[in-house]
């Protein structure tokens, strides 16, 4: 279940992907607090208009893995 979302770091994901300059990027997001989610499901969408920003953006994704804050269903 998705226990925390951490909104600071995905607004820093979005603009190291381009956003909102670039009309194509941004998150596309896939779990909202309280969602039930299972291994290997994504749980957002990273868009970028060039490798460059993309691969930017990526680089941060994982330097904040705790992004999304999981806990295990009681």
Not at 1 to 25: C, F, Q, S
Not at 36 to 56: D, K, N, W
Not at 59 to 72: F, N, S
Request: proline share 5%; charged share 25%.
């Amino acid at each position: 279940m998705v226990a925390n979302i951490d909104n600071r770091v995905l607004e820093k994901i979005a603009k190291h992907a381009g956003a909102p300059n670039a009309k194509a990027a941004g998150l596309e997001f896939h779990t909202p607090l309280g969602a039930q989610v299972e291994t290997g499901i994504p749980l957002f969408m990273v868009h970028a208009e060039s490798r460059g920003e993309l691969a930017y953006a990526l680089e941060y994704v994982r330097a904040h893995p705790d992004v999304i804050r999981l806990k295990a269903d009681a």
